[in-house]
């Protein structure tokens, strides 16, 4: 049924629009099967989109005979049980491409054990299920497969009473990158590797700097596309932009577009049976600016308010324009969104307070309210934020903060006391 949610990304059932981006990927990521490989990044603000797009495109790869696999790069599928690790993350990258490409040549029922659902836990539980899927594998005389399982099965033992050495690391990073290629060459496919908010790789620089050993991997495959997302925006440009040869062009995913969003209220609404007119849809798109999340939470909260059948005013919507900063609205959101700016809430914070409490872009303006500071340390710390995925260059040296809302709730909340 057609609804409104906020938070996560969106189920394909319930995605609206994106129809360039959809289109445009989907047409070159397929040039893979015609031996042309097309790498892409999809770069914005967090909660603009960037993972729905991604589950929104893999079963149309599905359907072009591709394998889609969706790796998260952030590990929050285990991150209350561990902290991402470069050994968690090639466990979740080798689980996912096997069970990927299980599920793409219909085999899934036959292997059974669903290899995503032990990448953390005790190594007694991962060592079984290990062997129950390399056990069932033998049987279907699947080569790469079986030794990358054989390979991950001894790691696991070798690797359960200590941490692994920088050359067993070295070895499951080399294998577990080459995976999807070597499957592909063996049974002959083709797959879209999908490596959500990839920015977080960044961390993993020792004992192996895994940039240039993805970059090797990446340039060398003929059989694997990559599609990247990061919401650190100024970090995916660091990491992908500098001339290492492997040039992967960034794709930016904004707001929805005025009309876009309007017909997205109006088709929700409706089918949810709310009466609405457009001066008040009106009013919800100015105020999200168009922001996919924040037309969802509105819809959410008038939907709460106003049951089937009733009319949703626009004074209603001006009252959840104060709510939504309020704790029962996003309050706990934007909190955790500043929490990321700087946890230590030292002069970087005070930078971004100050610059969406007085509307400034210029690093000397900024300097003059953040205590004891110069413009060229200003500077250091809008670059810091520009990594940050928080604020972007503009020309002439200025910066601008990417999220409207989070500057709004700035300047209510946070800036005045
Ligand atoms: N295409 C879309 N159609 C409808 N809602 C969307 C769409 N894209 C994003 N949203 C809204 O934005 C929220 C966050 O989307 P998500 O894909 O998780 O963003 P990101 O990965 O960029 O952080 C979703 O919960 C939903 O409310
Ligand atoms: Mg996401």
């Known amino acids: 049924m057609l609804d409104f949610k906020f938070g996560g990304p969106i189920e394909p059932e319930l995605f609206w629009d994106r129809e360039k981006e959809v289109g445009f990927l989907i047409d070159r990521l397929s040039k893979i099967k015609a031996g042309v490989k097309h790498n892409y990044a999809l770069v914005g603000p967090r909660r603009m989109g960037k993972s729905s797009i991604l589950g929104f495109i893999e079963p149309k790869l599905a359907r072009k005979g591709i394998v889609p696999v969706f790796i998260d790069c952030e ?27 299980f599920e793409h040549a219909g085999l899934a029922n036959k292997i059974k054990v669903k290899l ?29 497969a079986s030794s990358y399982l054989e390979l991950r099965l001894e790691f696991e033992k070798a690797t359960s009473v200590r941490a692994p050495s920088p050359k067993e690391l ?41 940039l240039p050993a993805f970059r090797r991997h990446m340039q060398a495959q003929r059989r694997v596309a990559y599609l990247l997302t990061g919401s650190n925006i100024g970090m995916m440009e660091l990491l992908l932009q500098r001339p290492f040869g492997g040039h992967i062009p960034l794709e930016w995913i904004g707001t929805f577009e005025r009309g876009v969003a309007k017909d997205f209220l109006k ?100 300097s003059k309210f953040v205590p004891r500071s110069t413009p060229s340390e200003i500077i250091l710390y809008l670059r810091r934020l520009e990594q940050r995925g928080f604020v972007r260059k503009q020309a002439r040296g200025r910066y601008l903060i990417v999220d409207d809302m989070l500057k709004r709730y700035i300047k209510r909340k946070i800036h005045s006391t």
């Open 75 to 101: 590990g929050r599928e285990f991150a209350s049980q561990a902290e991402l690790s470069l050994e968690l993350l090639l466990n979740s990258w080798g689980n996912s491409v096997l069970d990927a490409f």
């Open 170 to 210: 070295m070895k499951m990073l080399d294998d577990t990158l080459d995976l999807a290629e070597r499957l592909g060459e063996e049974m002959d496919r083709y797959f879209v590797l999908m490596l959500d908010e990839f920015q977080n790789v960044s961390k993993f620089r020792k004992p192996i700097d895994f």
């Open 267 to 366: 088709e929700r609404f409706e089918a949810l049976g709310r009466g609405i007119d457009d001066k008040t849809i009106g009013e919800i798109v100015d105020f999200t600016g168009g922001h996919p999340a924040y037309l969802n939470w509105f819809g959410e909260r008038c939907c709460r308010e106003v049951p089937a059948g009733g009319k949703i005013t626009v004074e209603l919507v001006q009252e959840f324009e104060e709510k939504i900063f309020e704790r029962e609205g996003l309050m706990h959101v934007f909190e955790e969104d500043l929490s990321r700016v700087s946890p230590k809430r030292g002069k970087m914070y005070s930078t971004f307070i100050e610059m969406a409490g007085h509307d400034l872009e210029s690093p000397s303006k900024i």
């Open 116 to 144: 995503r659902d032990f990448i953390v836990g005790t190594k007694d539980k991962i060592i079984s299920a290990l062997s129950e899927a390399l056990g069932r594998l033998r049987a279907l005389e699947m080569k790469t």
